[in-house]
C-alpha cells in the first residue's frame, strides 16, 4: 500500500513539473522585472534537475523552511531568505561526478551576495572538509540567473546539502529555479 501511494505522488509531481508552461524571458531593458516563471527553462531541465521542487511551485516540499515560501502577483512562487541556515535540502549524488547547478535570484533588503552552499557529509553526518560556496551580487533589480557552476563531489560522501542564503546579514534574497543537473562530458 505504501509504494502504491509513493508511485501515485511521485507520478503526480512528475505530472505536475511537466505541466508546468515556460517561456522565455523577454528583453531585459524592459521596464518590468521578469519573474523566474517567465524563465527559459524547459520542461525537461525541471524533470532532469535533482532538487526537488527546484520551482517552489509545490510550496514547501523538498525544502526545510515552509514560512520562507512567497508568491509574486504573477503566481510564481519562490523561497527567501537571509543569513541563516534554515533553507536546505539533501541530496543523493553520486561520489566523483560532476553536477552544474544553475538558479534564479533577486535581491530583496541585502547589500552583499546571495550564497548557494554545498556541503558533503559521511556516513556518520559528519561534515566533510570539501564544499561549494557560490556567491552572486545582483546587478539589477530584477530576477537575474546565477551563471551555470559545476561541483564534483568528493570522495566518502553519503549525502549533499544544498543551502540558500544571504551573506548579508541585515538583508534577504530571493530565490527560484534551483536546477542541479549531471554536467554533459568534455569534448574530447
Same mark, same amino acid.
Given at each position: 500500500m505504501?509504494n502504491v501511494v509513493?508511485? =501515485?505522488a511521485?507520478?503526480f509531481?512528475?505530472y505536475?513539473?511537466?505541466s508546468i508552461?515556460?517561456?522565455?524571458?523577454?528583453n531585459?531593458?524592459?521596464?518590468?522585472?521578469?519573474?523566474?516563471?517567465? %524563465?527559459?527553462?524547459t520542461?525537461? %531541465?525541471l524533470l532532469?534537475s535533482l532538487i526537488?521542487n #527546484?520551482?517552489?511551485?509545490q #510550496?514547501? $516540499? #523538498?525544502?526545510?523552511?515552509?514560512k520562507?515560501?512567497?508568491?509574486?502577483?504573477?503566481g510564481n512562487?519562490?523561497?527567501?531568505n537571509n543569513?541563516n541556515w534554515?533553507?536546505?535540502? %539533501?541530496?543523493?549524488?553520486?561520489?566523483?561526478k560532476t553536477y552544474e547547478?544553475?538558479a534564479? =535570484?533577486?535581491? &530583496?533588503?541585502?547589500t552583499?551576495?546571495?550564497?548557494i552552499v554545498?556541503t558533503?557529509l559521511d556516513v556518520? &553526518?559528519?561534515? $566533510?572538509?570539501?564544499?561549494y %560556496?557560490?556567491?552572486?551580487t545582483?546587478?539589477g533589480?530584477g530576477w537575474?540567473?546565477?551563471?551555470n557552476?559545476?561541483?564534483?563531489?568528493p570522495?566518502?560522501?553519503?549525502k549533499?546539502r544544498?543551502?540558500?542564503l544571504c551573506k548579508d546579514?541585515k #538583508?534577504?534574497?530571493?530565490?527560484?529555479n534551483?536546477? $542541479?543537473? &549531471?554536467a554533459?562530458?568534455?569534448?574530447?
Open positions: 505504501v509513493f508511485g =501515485i511521485i507520478l509531481l512528475l505536475a513539473n511537466f508552461k515556460q517561456q522565455s524571458p523577454s531585459a531593458s524592459t521596464a518590468a522585472p521578469q519573474s523566474p516563471a517567465n %524563465d527559459s527553462s520542461s525537461d %531541465d532532469t526537488v #527546484g520551482n517552489f511551485e #510550496g514547501a $516540499l #523538498g525544502w526545510s523552511n515552509p520562507a515560501i512567497q508568491k509574486e502577483a504573477n512562487h519562490y523561497i527567501i543569513y534554515l533553507i536546505k535540502q %539533501d541530496l543523493n549524488l553520486l561520489v566523483n547547478i544553475s534564479s =535570484i533577486k535581491r &530583496g533588503t541585502a552583499g551576495p546571495a550564497r554545498i558533503f556518520n &553526518g559528519k561534515r $566533510l572538509n570539501k564544499y %560556496d557560490i556567491n552572486y545582483n546587478q533589480a537575474e540567473e546565477i551563471p557552476q559545476l561541483i564534483t563531489v570522495e566518502n560522501t553519503s549533499a544544498i543551502y540558500l546579514k #538583508g534577504y534574497y530571493c530565490f527560484d534551483i536546477r $542541479l543537473a &549531471g554533459a562530458a568534455p569534448a574530447n
